[in-house]
């Protein structure tokens, strides 16, 4: 359990006003963050705790699909951004001097460090198919890093590559993994409001990638969504000189909603394995080239999309799966403490997380201590006091119902 009276951190008394979305104010006032430099953030313990339970969701829908984790360098050769001919085309890579006179990458992305790893151990057709995905820390060096969801110059990231003997095996892949990011984001609470929408294939492929898109009034992006067959694209690759047609059905009935991409799955086809000669060996001994696809989710700024969607002006009510905590236990007089942290011990025997609020000695009354409750957006408040022990329990309030006493 989290004790506060020991805790270090304090909320604050007013919401700092410092971008265009509420969501960032929040998680300031509630100290989940602190920022170090213009969209370069440090997660406090309770940030952390939500940001871990997105992982997770990630990590377990992931393993479930049968992809396999690793953790890949941070750092790219630029021997291999060479080799690819994105050196000098990637606008947002950090490149690093060493002291050896050679230079470094701090990868934005790792199809440069995926395609020669997994070269080392494809060689034919019983290699293939499989995939690896990773969740790790990348870097962007925006020129000018904005207010928003979308320009970090640093962020948590899972991106998963998949290799395979040919395109109906990749279509397939990439079909299913469409299914599997829905049942993420309907673990994160935002599947009905997330749209599969159309998007340039970028020089990786004729055919279109496909972004994830949640709808947001601070959206960064315009989505077109028919009106007849729900089919979304987006604003990119609407012909809006000549008005919209749906791609699926040619009706120009539409709507357009903003929205925030959480994630993006691209066929990258053989651009990359062509780059390091990535083939193998097919039934007839007859080499082949490996077909890729990528398929991303942004972890950390999954944490303000769902901050966003749940906030109101107050705070931000999290889905009980992603809050800091499962319970917040209030807890009145000195002499209460003890029969307080039985109440927590026994509820994290229950697999439940607690946070004890026993800042006795540092004045904080009451109002206090549920309004930090709700600041945290922790769904069920315990309150033990003298006047709760006289009925022979304590008070839990459930979001949105009203206060019982549970017997002791």
Request: with cysteine; net charge negative; charged share 30%.
């Amino acid at each position: 359990m989290i004790k506060l009276s020991n805790f270090p951190i304090k909320t604050l008394k007013s919401r700092p006003v410092v971008s265009d979305n509420l969501s960032t104010s929040l998680l300031l006032q509630a100290w989940f963050i602190r920022q170090e430099m213009a969209w370069v953030y440090i997660y406090t313990t309770l940030g952390l705790k939500v940001l871990r339970k997105i992982e997770n969701i990630v990590r377990e829908e992931m393993d479930n699909a049968g992809a396999n984790e690793v953790l890949m360098s941070s750092l790219g050769s630029k021997l291999h951004w060479d080799q690819t001919g994105r050196w000098d085309v990637v606008d947002v890579l950090f490149k690093l001097p060493a002291s050896t006179w050679k230079e470094y990458a701090l990868n934005p992305t790792h199809e440069e460090i995926v395609t020669p790893f997994a070269g080392e151990f494809i060689q034919s057709y019983k290699d293939l198919d499989f995939a690896v995905y990773q969740i790790q820390t990348k870097f962007r060096n925006e020129k000018r890093a904005k207010s928003g969801l979308l320009r970090w110059r640093e962020f948590l990231m899972k991106d998963l590559y998949s290799f395979h003997r040919d395109e109906a095996s990749l279509d397939a892949y990439y079909e299913n993994m469409k299914k599997v990011y829905m049942k993420v984001f309907d673990r994160l609470g935002i599947w009905k409001d997330t749209y599969i929408t159309l998007a340039w294939g970028w020089d990786f492929t004729d055919k279109y990638s496909h972004e994830f898109q949640t709808l947001l009034d601070i959206g960064e992006d315009d989505i077109y969504i028919c009106d007849e067959c729900n089919t979304s694209h987006n604003e990119e690759i609407v012909d809006l000189e000549n008005g919209f047609e749906c791609t699926n059905c040619n009706s120009k009935n539409h709507r357009v909603e903003k929205a925030s991409e959480v994630g993006n799955i691209f066929p990258l086809m053989t651009k990359f394995s062509d780059a390091f000669w990535l083939k193998y060996a097919d039934e007839n001994w007859k080499e082949k080239q490996v077909i890729m696809g990528c398929y991303g989710i942004g972890i950390s700024r999954l944490m303000w999309v769902i901050a966003e969607y749940y906030a109101n002006e107050k705070w931000i009510s999290w889905p009980e799966n992603l809050a800091p905590a499962d319970y917040y236990i209030i807890v009145m007089w000195e002499e209460n403490i003890e029969k307080a942290e039985e109440i927590a011990k026994k509820l994290e025997l229950e697999w439940k997380s607690v946070i004890l609020d026993d800042r006795i000695w540092k004045k904080i009354g009451f109002g206090q201590k549920a309004w930090d409750c709700e600041l945290f957006g922790i769904a069920n408040r315990i309150v033990l006091s003298p006047k709760t022990l006289e009925q022979w329990g304590y008070e839990l309030t459930k979001r949105g119902e009203e206060s019982t006493i549970i017997k002791l």
